[in-house]
């Protein structure tokens, strides 16, 4: 649903001050400036837009707001300036009405901004496309060639317009834009040659020094240098806000837009530059030989520039600025100017160059955006004039200026009126009289053709004889002394005489807005604006053709000996044109106001906004809005906004609209007289009533409110119920329908589970059955198959692959076997016992045959070895055997023993004379014989004894005598006891008891050990009568010492002892044997 909004909504004080209640001058700048501190800059009287300007930007220009604002009721919406615009842009599309944007206010109030402001609106919202948007851009951008031309910065504002603009945008049938045409009013031209204090000359002049190429400077003649320029005002050359370089690079690029050729912009900046120049001419006095003086050149170099700019000869023009030709009835008359003249007449070709040079601007301009096709238009007209000025000095320009406001202002009453009268006609309402103040005598007291102050000055300056400003004013004291809005020292039959706020040299109109004092200085002189005809015949001359164009009187072909209009003349007439052209138009107002004087945001001086109320006469302006009917709506939106105060009418009223507001208005007991019923509207009387209407709304919409939140909240809480108790069954039919499912899915699987035993146990005894009989089957066909098979092998076992297998393996087995054996035989090693050597075995499955064979092999061997050997070498070996068992790994004299063959008799006794009688003593043979070690008891150390062994004892004799010193029958032998060691000695320990052993026992060391004991070892057991010899083999045994047992023990000698063998007693139990350690 559309939401609808009035003007009426969230207002910040009043948004139209119709509705203004008191209405007086204070409630008036009350109301505006609660709204400018609440950023509201906009305020209505009824559909004038009063606008105050923030000097800031708002963020209330944005597209969102165009947006916003399109297509909307003029009073839908807070105030602002795009609601106007779009008022007057949907009027002049949809009902096609020509309209005009009459846009005033002060310097410095906003006007060129809120005239911007417009021109854009309209261009976003009408139609768009590639056409269409080349005008809308060629119409923006003539603002800043404009602006560049005709602003510049003055103490009020520093982009302050220096000439009034008309534009006229012409759209088509459809509203979009075809062109537009531009009028200029009153150019300032006499701020080209000179600018009051903290101002300057035209933007142009520094926007040109600052941002052209030094290249373009050259080409101009030019130095960038402001102070080189005595036309161009040093003390506020910059300003801070304006960037003069980007601008004059904004400016080139929107005269390209608009259409400018490259060889016109030269031009127009030649110009530019030859005004510049012009000021640096200089003139001194040079006496003549007359009397009369005459005035010369200083320095003639920018004169030679200058012409050399715009193609002027400098001969010409330096004779212009020295005489002044005069024309008078065919005659030809040269008079010399004097210095003050020269200057004059320099300023004035200045001034009129630049404001020519203006003029042909607009004219360019206005070619570029004409609109082409030739149908109707419809005009939307917007005019920014500057505002009415009242100045400490008020001079021509401010009187030509509020003139204009005076017609402004006298426009704007009769429209308003008229446009009241006919609203009032067209409604059925009764006309009543409204009391306003009617501006049109002050406008006649101006521009009256016969007495008006203009006629008067032009009747003035056309007067033969000498005319001053002094005299014009005493013409003004003669002929306007009666008018009440006239005033001065010596009108009015001297009633001022004594008036000291009124100077001799003024005079003083009592305008609309208030009076202001004009000083009639210079009014003659601009009114003539004259400039002399040698000056615009020499710049007629000039070889440049925007020059030629801008002077064509001085063209000599064409000479013209009329006075060419004043400038009151012309303005008035500009005025005039621009007047009938509004008057068919259908007014809009925008009425701009400056709320401080130091530019600066957020500061509301009153008495200041207070002056420019009065003065652009707003109050007159409500008053004259609010003499009928204060405030007045259609039916439909007025029933609709107060529809709830009735119960007829709430919430739907069926009939027509009319009938619903007249009950509604009955039901409210509202006085007759406040109100009336139009055609299409309600006509309230007072603000007061549509207060009292806008109360009521307010407390009903908070009665409803609370209804609507009453019966929200029930709503609310109600379907929340319904919802709950939805959600209550759909959970509990879910969880209705999960329990069964969950109990249905129990049974079904107990049943199963009973079932498949049942079928279980069927299925195993059924199987337990078929699997019997199965196997019953299976043996009998087995065992007949094995029948049969027997059967059938035996028949064809002779036929059978398998036993040729068998065969083949064996004889296979067979022929290695053959081969192996053959092989073998052949390669037998020798037949010597010690030969290691054995062929290599050829399969690894003879692994056992072939070391069994080995084996046999080599006891076979040993065998046949043994019997070749004889019985004394049997005998021999015999012995060495016995050796062997007895020592081998037991003493460790034994390897050395084995290659030794046991010799038995080593002293060859029986051959040794030495020992006849010794050998001869002994009956038995001899088995051994040699010499031996006897140890002696007592000290340990050893005694050579002849020792000899027969079969049936031991005898020791002496080694040099041979004579027997002991002999022991081997019965008596109880034992042999010896080391483990490396050395010769052993005991003989004799049978306790025996005939020998009184003597105790015998402790010997021999080098044939082995032998000795072998030997004697060997009778014992070969005795039958007697038990066998016992040999001990350890490093430590007990001998019998006559009485005392000693205990014989070896121990290891350490290499230093050598080879040697000692012996010694160390005490009465122990003998210690140190033995060489063991090789
Ligand atoms: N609506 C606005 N928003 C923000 N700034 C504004 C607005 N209107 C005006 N201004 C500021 O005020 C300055 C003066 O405005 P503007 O040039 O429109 O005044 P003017 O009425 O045309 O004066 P003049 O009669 O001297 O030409 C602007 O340069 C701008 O800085
Ligand atoms: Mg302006």
Redesign the pocket.
Known sequence: MEVKTSLLDNMIGVGDMVLLEPLSEDSFLDNLKNRFDHNE?YTYIGSVVI?L??????PI?TPDKVEEYRNRNFYELSPH?YALADEAYRSLRDQDKDQCIL?T?????????????VMSYVAAVCGKGQEVNKVKEQLLQSNPVLEAFG?AK?V???????FGKYMDIEFDFKGDPLGGVISNYLLEKSRVVKQPRGERNFHIFYQLLSGASDDTLKKLKLERDFSKYNYLSLDSATVS?LDDAANFRTVRNAMQIVGFMEDEMQSVLELVAAVLKLGNIEFKPESRCNGMDESRIKDKNDLKEMCELLGIEQSVLERAFSYRTVEAKMEKVSTTLNVAQAYYARDALAKNLYSRLFSWLVTRINESIKAQAKTRHKVMGVL?I??FEIFEENSFEQFIINYCNEKLQQIFIELTLREEQEEYVREGIEWTNIEYFNNAVICDLIENNQNGILAMLDEECLRPGTVTDETFLDKLNTICAQHQHFESRLSKKSKFLNDHSLPHNCFRIQHYAGKVLYRVEGFVDKNNDLLYRDLSQAMYKANHSLIKQLFPEGNPAKVNLKRPPTAGFQFKASVGTLMSNLQTKNPNYIR?I?PNDK?ASHIFTESLVCHQVRYLGLMENVRVRRAGYAFRQTYEPCLERYKMLCKNTWPHWRGPARQGVEALMTDLQVPAEEFSYGRSKIFIRNPRTLFFLEEKRKQCLEDLASLIQKIYRGWKCRSHFLLLKKSQIVVASWYRRYAQQKKYQKIKHSTTVVQSYIRGWQARKLLRELKYQKKCEEAVTTISAYWHGTQVRRDYRKFFRANAGRKIYNFTIQRIMQKYFLGLKSKLPSMSPIDKSWPARPYSFLDGVHTELRRIFHLWRCKKYRSRFTEEKKAVYAEKLEASELFKDKKAVYPSSVSQPFKGDYLEISKNPKYQKLSSGVEEKILLADVVNKINRANGKGSSRIFLLTKKSVILADQKTGQVKASVPLPELASVSTSTQCDGFFALKLKEGSASAGKGDFLLSSDHLIELITKLHRISSTAADREKLSVDISDEFLVQFKQDKVCVKFIQGSHKNGNSVSCKRKNNRLLEVSVPPSP
């Not at 009020?156 to 220096?162: G, I, K, L, P, T």
Request: charged share 30%; aromatic share 8%; net charge positive.
């Open positions: 800059i606008s300007n923030p000097y800031r930007s708002l220009y300036i846009i206010g002060e310097s410095g109030a906003g006007k060129t901004e809120a005239s911007k402001l602003n003055t009020r504002n520093d982009n302050s317009s220096r806000a920014d500057y505002g701009c400056k530019k």
